[in-house]
């Protein structure tokens, strides 16, 4: 039974990560901040606050066969609006927060006879939206991230991030508070509607899987055609 390592496991993509993994008989450990969340058969989950504390690895086992970190967040605002504060709020948040867990867990990762690490980036980083400049520093920086690892680590861990478009969570609760606001938003999608937690979570069970074992370094769009259909 392989091991994973859910951040951000209770709620969103995380959550519907979690349940995937549950279903293929996985042993999960998942972490929440704010959302408690109870222990299942195969489910352990510890509270972790990225941004403040240390993930103590005690808690997990030798060997980690995938880790997947899902905080971040969503910050939309002109950029003559947003401070340096905010920006080293969502970079410590996404980056940093990310940096530390994979650091802290590397040694177990190593261990795996064929590690993988999932992160997040988002489609606003390679496409040019406005009021997106707070996201797509930090999610930038993840891609960068992304690609560096996978080559300092190669071939034993691989490291592939997702750039999802808009998905259908409590992260984006705010984009999405209304029935018009989803229809406008769907409509906008060259798929005609907003992603899912579920849409999302299928790609990153393929890239922590051995299906992916060919696949590093890579940052998939799973947007519904968004950033190259018109």
Known sequence: MKNYLIIGGSSGIGKAIVDRLETKGANIFATYNQNAQSNR??????????????????????????????????????????????????????????????KKCLPKLKKSEGA?????????????????????????????????????????????????????????????????????????NPMKRIGNPADIADAALFLIGDESSWVTGQVMKVDGGYSVLR
């Open 116 to 188: 993988s690490i999932v992160l997040f980036s988002t489609v606003a980083v390679q496409n040019g939206f406005p009021f997106h400049t707070q996201v797509s520093i930090s999610k930038g920086a993840i891609e960068g991230l992304t690609r560096s690892l996978a080559s300092e680590l190669a071939p034993k861990i691989r490291v592939n991030a997702i750039a999802p478009s808009l998905t259908d969570t409590p992260l984006a609760s705010k984009l999405l508070s209304s029935d018009e606001k989803k229809e406008n938003m769907a409509a906008k």
């Open 41 to 102: 058969a195969n489910v352990q989950y510890h509270q972790l606050d990225v941004t403040a504390d240390e993930l103590d690895t005690d808690i997990l086992p030798e060997v980690i066969d995938g880790l997947v970190y899902c905080p971040g967040s969503i910050n939309l605002k002109p950029f003559s609006r947003f401070k340096a504060e905010d920006l080293m709020a969502d970079f410590k948040l996404q980056v940093i927060g990310a940096t530390n867990i994979i």
